[in-house]
């Protein structure tokens, strides 16, 4: 074989590597909730449930404005929390876009990584509970389903079993 084809023969595998793993890496979406075992810390925020909004919620108004409970090296709670969550949310590649945001769960893992949901309530223009989850880029995220029994024992959960972080007076649940 002569140089050149050797030459284009090893440009051909460079490229083709270098397309597939810069596909593997660019679809880093997750694929399932995080274990008890791999989450170090927790946070959530929940917008009041007796505040209504002309504009719709945003991520800064939820951390602004919103009920925060946050959890960190219990590992029953952080248990109780996977459990809650693994069993009432669902993850797909496809889902809903729109929806009106009033959960948010930061979670923080072992590995260094963090893991974002953000979670509309049970009132949408569609019946059901949407969202997202990522790494905190929305433009690789996965879609999650759920419903309003989760939400309220998420809630009642939260209230019951962690300290508020915050002082609002709309926090009651």
């Known amino acids: ?20 793993s810069s596909t593997a890496a660019a679809d880093e979406r997750i694929k399932e909730i995080p274990s008890a075992s791999e989450i170090k ?26 009920c925060i ?19 009432g949310i669902t993850l797909s590649n496809k889902g809903e876009d729109h929806y009106q945001l009033r959960n948010v769960v930061y979670l923080n893992l072992r590995d260094g990584s963090k893991i974002r949901m953000l979670i509309s ?3 949408n223009l569609k019946p059901g509970v949407f969202g997202v989850i990522d790494k905190g ?3 690789k ?14 809630r009642t959960w939260a209230k019951s079993r962690i300290e508020k972080n915050n002082a609002s007076k709309f926090c009651e649940m």
């Open 1 to 20: 074989m002569n140089h050149g084809l050797k030459l284009l023969k090893f440009l051909t595998i460079a490229a083709a590597t270098v397309l597939y």
């Open 141 to 154: 995220h996965s879609y999650l389903t759920s419903d309003e029994k989760t939400l309220k024992l998420l």
């Open 121 to 123: 309530d049970a009132h």
């Open 69 to 87: 409970y946050e959890i960190e090296g219990n590992s029953d709670q952080i248990s109780e929390l996977s459990a809650i969550l693994s069993r």
């Open 137 to 139: 880029q929305s433009s």
């Open 41 to 66: 810390s927790a946070k959530l925020a929940f917008y009041p449930m007796n505040i209504n909004t002309y504009a719709p919620v945003t991520e800064a108004d939820m951390l602004r404005n919103g």
